[in-house]
């Protein structure tokens, strides 16, 4: 795996008016990795993400993605010219649409990096053969899928957008604990598979740790703690502190099990 | 039989005059999630247009066809880019109410260009009637349904099949969702607001070529059963629009008949109303939809 930083953030701060939601913030992922943003609620996680795809203004802070600043560009640009692709916690999806029209929304994008000089990284038929539930389901109402299944619409969507920086929030948001372990299998094959670099969000912390090479822990807009993902699994301390005591770790590592 | 006939036409003709001003309404909702209550101002500029053309310069029918309609839809960007671009859009009030004052300024600035009156219009399309069955179809009132027919499912097929139409599906169903998939929403919101006003300005030409007169102030009835229809239809929904726009005018055409046309203008008002106690988001849904 190369050294080189696909993202940097370099004293990133968020405000809604006096609430600073993020103070200072440094965090970079290195390309080809995974590196998960934890922290408890309210921690300014998504605030981070947000700012990082350009549907919250940062100011100031830096934000480059293989060292050029994005921080002044439009939300836009940042898709097309520089391959930052958000995937949105919650709903994602376009649910009166069907599935393909969901997929071709994505591949517009991609067919749009491509004739700007970005190859292209799937095609539908590969997008497809990853996730053969949707194929089967290509005509049909996104509406009508499951969570776990609109989930995986959203990811597959991504990938046709060709993206460079993929920024996941809280992917396991409102799924059974059984359907987030099989998610994050299907991230980890398909995100190894390809070069995409990965800044996750994540409230799930086990779950989190297990995918990612590489934490930060963020607590009140700062971050407190970056380490290993290994590392940070043994911190018990740090998770103590930051999350509480019977945190989610411990609980959710053993739902998966059930 | 020949008077049931004959009410059903002028139902589906005056039902056509409000899908032709509702539809664009609701597309425009739907995309940009306002009420454009000056869009119905749109249909009246593009008679006036016309005539303006037509008469006073002289210029051939065909052409002042043409810039009658570029005129309408350039007339509806205008108001976008001077008026609704600028308004911040968590004010729905402020927008609704600004757009109430253009379509003041426009009507009362015609109507003084005029004064005051109501000018006459010469037949555009020549045709003679169709009689059948001793029911007399005139051709204005047939072009004026069957113009309906092929803008309203046009425009069905075209949000549904064309890559343009799904791009405004997606900025109409989740605005963040489509800046997220790189879309250029200010470009859609103006493709929305030109076939809008496209689609008005066709309608006030062959309502006009029906009814053979020029009125400023027509957008003030016309507005109340556009609004009516789109929010019984579901606000954002296209054929929802059609059918009920459709279905008010039909049921207002029998209403006159056999209530008295006193009783015309509180149907759509009470149907509103019903419709809104049951149903709160429209018969058909709130979203941009093809159904």
Known sequence: ?258 | MFEFVSYLMAGLSLGSTYVLIALGFTLIFGVMGIMNVAHADVFMLAIFTYLFISTTLGLPVGWALLIAVVAGALAGLVVYWAVLKRIDKSHPVALFVSTLGVSYVVENFIAKRINFQRPSLQPIFESDPIILGGVVFTGPRLLLFAVTIVIAGGLIIWLKKSKTGLLLRAVSENPLMARVVAIDTNRVVMIAIAIASFIAACGGLVVGNATLTADAFIANSLSLKMFAVAVVAGIGSVGGATIVGLSLGIIESFTVAYAGSQWQNVIGLVAMAVVLMVRPQGLFGRVLRVG
Do not use: C
Not at chain 1, 96 to 122: C, I, K, S, W
Not at chain 1, 151 to 178: F, N, W, Y
């Open chain 1, 1 to 258: 795996m190369s050294n080189q930083e696909a993202l940097s953030l370099n004293d990133l701060n968020v405000a809604y008016g006096v609430i600073k939601a993020v103070q200072g913030v440094n965090l970079s992922v290195a390309e080809g990795s995974i590196t998960a943003l934890i922290g408890s609620n309210g921690a300014g996680k998504s605030s981070t993400l947000k700012a990082v795809a350009g549907i919250e203004k940062a100011a100031p802070g830096s934000i480059k993605v293989y060292g050029e600043d994005i921080s002044q560009l439009q939300m836009r640009q940042r898709v097309i010219n520089h391959g930052v692709v958000l995937i949105p916690e919650g709903r994602s999806v376009f649910t009166t649409m069907t599935v393909e029209e969901n997929l071709m929304l994505g591949l517009r994008v991609g067919d749009q990096r491509a004739a700007a000089g970005h190859a292209a990284t799937f095609s539908m038929d590969e997008a497809y053969d990853l996730f053969p539930v949707l194929k089967d389901r290509r005509n049909g109402r996104a509406q009508m899928l499951s969570g776990g299944e609109q989930q995986m619409l959203a990811i597959a969507r991504s990938l046709l957008m060709s993206p460079k920086v993929l920024l996941i929030d809280e992917p396991s948001m409102g799924l059974a604990p059984l359907l987030v372990r099989k998610i994050f299998g299907v991230m980890k094959d398909v995100f190894a598979r390809s070069a995409v670099s990965v800044l996750l969000v994540e409230q799930d912390t086990s779950i989190a740790l297990e995918l990612a090479s590489d934490a930060y822990l963020l607590t009140h807009g700062e971050v407190v703690a970056h380490s290993s993902s290994d590392e940070m699994r043994r911190d018990s301390r740090l998770r103590e502190a930051y999350l509480g005591k019977g945190d989610a770790l411990g609980k959710t590592a053993k739902q998966g099990q059930n």
